[in-house]
């Protein structure tokens, strides 16, 4: 293991873990209620053993065959290890995402939520997953639209086998943090409606990334996912 990329990766996680404590604190909230989720799409197994190493337990992937090659190269290897599915689940692979990861982040249809309700018969444990929303009313985006919600977590509640434990959204970019807080303080709003409402099992908030993620705890995020500032850049395939 090259010594310098683990000392790295160390630092790094220890320093987002430091921002997240104090962003927590200023919202008066515990560190304990925020947990980072290391995105770790497009880097190696490696450097998922390398923030294993550091403390880091919970891993974002966004996609299937992706995770499970990484999965399979690291094998039993990390203990305690949870994985998150973070990206666009096709409902053809509503299976394979039950078997590979302890959350689903992205549950953003009332058909994918009964897909997923099927496995988690199947598979003799409920499927654990959020209802994406989409706030932005983006056309490239996936996501229940706001004004949908409630409807399909209505229709997911009555689902066996999968339990909806909150919301997850991904605002559309932008490089000033402050200008994606409307974003998070409207899923927080939402979330405590459908909790009112009886339609949550859960009060998970994933909300936050690299550049945002202290507004978004500030704003009550429970997860936030975190890639490039824990592992660097990405490089996309081309
Ligand atoms: C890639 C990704 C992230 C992490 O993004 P960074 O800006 O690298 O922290 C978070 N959430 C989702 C859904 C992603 O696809």
């Known amino acids: 293991m090259n010594p310098e990329e683990q000392d790295l990766i160390s630092e790094r996680a220890a320093e987002i873990r430091e921002r997240i404590a104090r962003a927590a604190a200023r919202a008066g909230r515990a560190a304990e209620e925020v947990t980072l989720v290391a995105v770790s799409k497009l880097k190696p197994a490696q450097d998922v053993r390398r923030a294993f190493g550091a403390g880091v337990r919970d891993f974002g992937e966004n996609r299937i065959q992706e995770a499970q090659r990484k999965r399979s190269e690291l094998a039993a290897a990390l203990p305690g290890a949870r994985w ?40 003799g444990r409920p499927v654990r997953g959020l209802l994406q929303v989409d706030l932005a009313g983006e056309e490239t985006k996936f996501g229940v639209p ?46 405590d409606r459908a909790l009112e409402g009886g339609f949550l099992e859960g009060r998970e908030l994933s909300m936050g990334m690299s550049h945002d993620f202290e507004v978004a705890i500030q704003e009550g995020a429970t997860m936030v996912r975190i890639g490039t500032a824990i592992f660097g850049k990405r490089v996309y395939p081309r």
């Open 84 to 123: 998150h599915l973070v990206g666009h689940l096709q409902s053809n692979k509503a299976r394979r995402a039950a078997e590979l990861f302890d959350h689903i982040h992205s549950v953003d249809s009332a058909a994918l939520g009964r897909r997923l309700g099927r496995a988690g018969r199947e598979l």
């Open 146 to 191: 706001e004004g949908s919600a409630e409807a399909v977590l209505d229709e997911l509640k009555a689902c066996e086998g999968l339990a909806i434990e909150g919301l997850m959204v991904m605002p559309p970019y932008d490089p000033e943090p402050e200008r994606v807080r409307p974003f998070f303080r409207r899923l927080r709003e939402l979330r």
